[in-house]
Every structure is written in C-alpha cells, then in structure tokens.
C-alpha cells in the first residue's frame, strides 16, 4: 500500500491535518472524603468529568508552514469548534493547549500535540443565584409581625 493511503485524516474547525495518535480521559468527578477514627471513606460522586482528549497530529507538504499559522490561528480562538476524526469523533470541543514540534530535520513537515475539551455550548450555563424563598418569607412575616404588634398598640391600648 502506498504511504499515502495510510494518513489519517482529521480536521478542527475545518482546517486539515493528520493523526497517529490520540487518547481519551473521561469518567466521574468524585469528591472524596475521610473521616477521623473511620476506615472506610465517603466517595461523593459530583457528576460526569470533562471529556479530554489528546492528539498527535502532523502537517505534511510543500505548503505546511501556511496551514500550520491556520491550525494554529483557530486553535488560539475563543470558543468551541467542529472536530472530527476517522476514530468516528465528531463533536464540538474546545482547544486548551496546542503545541507545536517542528525540526530542521523533518523537511516539509511539523508536529502537533492537541489537547481538547468538550464544549457544553448553550447547556453549560454558569451558576445562576436564586432567591431563597424560605427566607424571604420568614423576613416578610416577621415584618407583618412587627406591623400587626404596632397596629395593636396604636389602635387598642390606651
């Protein structure tokens, strides 16, 4: 098989390079806890952990320095993007650090390490603040309290 029917294509926010590698870290994110005089811990479980993942990707050709500045541009960008591999993964992820290997020894060709994150997009609101109802309404019953009690006094005792 010729060698150029053995790249592995991949692609983030639709700038092309190839892959030899990757791999994936998911799970739980669990806080744990241990207590004194107790031999077992409390394993909190707080949700699924991000899903992260790495690539080992290359550039290759006459033209790899001005596609390299493009990897490079959409991966410094705010936000998420599409990324897709032959593995079958596509989905939006967010760039958290790329970094660049390049050597006067590899003509027309660079290296890349590309570490990715889920983008939770619109569904990975932030922490809203909302009224504590129950204390809002003990403060207004103790104010209607208070309201009554003067009510009394000014209209009844004498």
């Known amino acids: 098989m010729p060698w150029k029917r053995g790249l592995r294509r991949a692609s983030f926010r639709g700038v092309q390079f190839h892959v030899d590698d990757r791999d994936f870290e998911s799970g739980r994110r669990i806080a744990l806890h241990e207590f004194p005089k107790r031999d077992t811990p409390f394993p909190e479980d707080m949700g699924k952990a991000t899903r992260r993942f790495s690539v080992d990707a290359y550039l290759i050709g006459d033209d790899y320095m001005s596609r390299r500045d493009q990897l490079i541009r959409v991966c410094e960008r705010a936000g998420g993007g599409s990324y897709v591999d032959h593995w079958g993964v ?69």
């Open 90 to 158: 596509s989905q939006r992820v967010v760039c958290e650090n790329i970094r660049l290997i390049e050597s006067s020894h590899s003509g027309r060709m660079c290296r890349f390490q590309l570490d990715f994150i889920e983008d939770g997009g619109a569904l990975a609101l932030a922490p809203v603040a909302i009224a504590a109802t129950a204390a809002q309404l003990a403060g207004a019953a103790a104010g209607l309290v208070a309201a009554a009690v003067a009510h009394f006094d000014d209209n009844f005792v004498r």
